[in-house]
């Protein structure tokens, strides 16, 4: 991937990085290590928070914001159905992990691998569509007034989500990337966030994705 030139960019190479890396965990899980599989259901979980809170974020915000710079209305109403179905893909995808992490049988790995591959299908689609129809509108725009009134609106509304999001975005993040956030979010701001607020995930989730 090149390096992103928007927030946006960088919260999808964190979907697109998690769900590959799912993806080489349930692979590995073997029949009846259930306690494996809930490491991986929490994790999952985790992402699935974070997409969602981005997701509705910009069918509140976002879209509105690009309508009144006059971005086609079917084209953002195909954006909002793209987020329905990944919606119900992530919820699909919870319900098989949850079941792997009950159950543990060769049926129920085979069953979240399947609903994740669907998973990871749906989201990839609509990740690649809105970043060709409308980063570059959002590139264009990252300066404006507008825009980062837009921005203040999408942020978490308390310090310990705040800090949960930037240490989950940074997991693992290249130094280019590393290196455009701090020209978007100051970096002592990112480091207190995620080292004082987003402990939860440090203890939580980063850890099952290094077992």
Same mark, same amino acid.
């Given at each position: 991937?090149t390096?992103?030139?928007?927030?946006?960019?960088?919260?999808?190479?964190?979907?697109?990085r998690?769900?590959?890396? *799912?993806?080489?965990?349930?692979?590995? /899980?073997?029949?009846?290590?259930?306690? @494996?599989?809930?490491? &991986?259901? @929490?994790?999952?979980?985790?992402?699935?928070?974070?997409? +969602?809170?981005? $997701? !509705?974020?910009?069918? +509140?915000? /976002?879209?509105?914001?690009?309508?009144?710079?006059? /971005?086609?209305?079917?084209?953002?109403?195909?954006?909002?159905?793209?987020?329905?179905?990944?919606?119900?893909a992530?919820?699909?995808t919870?319900?098989?992990?949850? #079941?792997?992490?009950?159950?543990?049988?060769?049926?129920?790995?085979?069953?979240?691998?399947a609903?994740?591959a669907?998973?990871?299908?749906?989201?990839?689609?609509?990740?690649?569509?809105?970043?060709?129809? &409308?980063?570059?509108?959002?590139r264009?725009? !990252?300066?404006? %007034?507008?825009?980062?009134a837009?921005?203040?609106?999408l942020? $978490?509304?308390?310090?310990?989500d #705040?800090?949960?999001?930037?240490?989950?975005? +940074?997991?693992?993040?290249s130094? !280019?990337?590393?290196?455009? *956030?701090?020209t978007?979010?100051?970096? %002592? /701001?990112?480091?207190?966030?995620?080292?004082?607020?987003?402990?939860?995930?440090?203890?939580?989730?980063a850890p099952?994705?290094?077992?």
């Amino acid at each position: 991937m090149t390096a992103p030139t928007t927030i946006n960019a960088l919260i999808h190479h964190a979907v697109r990085r998690d769900l590959d890396r *799912l993806a080489t965990a349930l692979d590995q /899980v073997r029949e009846g290590d259930t306690a @494996r599989a809930a490491e &991986l259901e @929490r994790a999952f979980a985790n992402l699935r928070r974070e997409l +969602t809170h981005h $997701h !509705e974020g910009e069918d +509140t915000y /976002v879209w509105p914001f690009l309508t009144g710079l006059g /971005v086609d209305a079917g084209l953002l109403a195909t954006m909002e159905s793209e987020h329905a179905a990944m919606s119900a893909a992530l919820a699909e995808t919870g319900d098989a992990l949850g #079941a792997l992490a009950r159950g543990g049988s060769a049926a129920d790995g085979d069953a979240a691998r399947a609903s994740l591959a669907r998973t990871r299908g749906v989201v990839a689609a609509h990740l690649d569509h809105e970043e060709a129809a &409308l980063e570059p509108l959002l590139r264009d725009q !990252e300066k404006t %007034p507008k825009w980062k009134a837009v921005t203040k609106k999408l942020r $978490h509304s308390s310090p310990g989500d #705040a800090g949960s999001f930037f240490a989950w975005l +940074t997991d693992g993040m290249s130094e !280019e990337n590393r290196a455009y *956030l701090k020209t978007v979010v100051p970096a %002592p /701001v990112v480091v207190v966030l995620a080292k004082t607020f987003g402990r939860r995930y440090y203890r939580d989730v980063a850890p099952v994705w290094r077992s």
